[in-house]
């Protein structure tokens, strides 16, 4: 079974940078939908950042502050993350999604300290 795996992720100082990658173990067809989402401990997870084939789409939390990107390898995003402040400290997830299968990943953590 196809899965995605997410790396880069840390524990860095506020103000400083970071760069998630997800890339799938196998190939995945017909993904038209890609986006990172973060969850912390109790809470639901939140939609980051998405990408289609046109057009991105953040959360006003970090609009200004991350990019997300396709990768030139299939199946693989990545999110910029710069400015990075303590509220953004959670577990980053990343999906893709092809009618009618959804992905996602193990998650990878990101903490950032004051």
């Known amino acids: 079974q196809v899965q995605l795996v997410e790396s880069g992720g840390g524990l860095v100082q506020a103000g400083e940078s970071l760069k998630l990658s997800c890339a799938a173990s196998?190939?995945?067809?017909?993904?038209?939908?890609m986006a990172w989402y973060r969850q912390a401990p109790g809470k639901q997870r939140e939609l980051v950042a998405d990408?289609?084939?046109?057009?991105?789409n953040y959360a006003d939390s970090v609009k200004g502050r991350f990019t997300i990107s396709r990768g030139n390898a299939k199946n693989t995003v990545y999110l910029q993350m710069n400015s990075l402040q303590p509220e953004d400290t959670d577990v980053y997830y990343c999906?893709?999604?092809?009618?009618?299968?959804?992905?996602w990943g193990k998650g990878t953590q990101v903490a950032v300290s004051s």
């Open positions: 999906n893709e999604y092809g009618w009618p299968s959804t992905f």
């Open positions: 196998g190939s995945i067809d017909n993904i038209n939908f």
């Open positions: 990408i289609t084939s046109g057009s991105t």
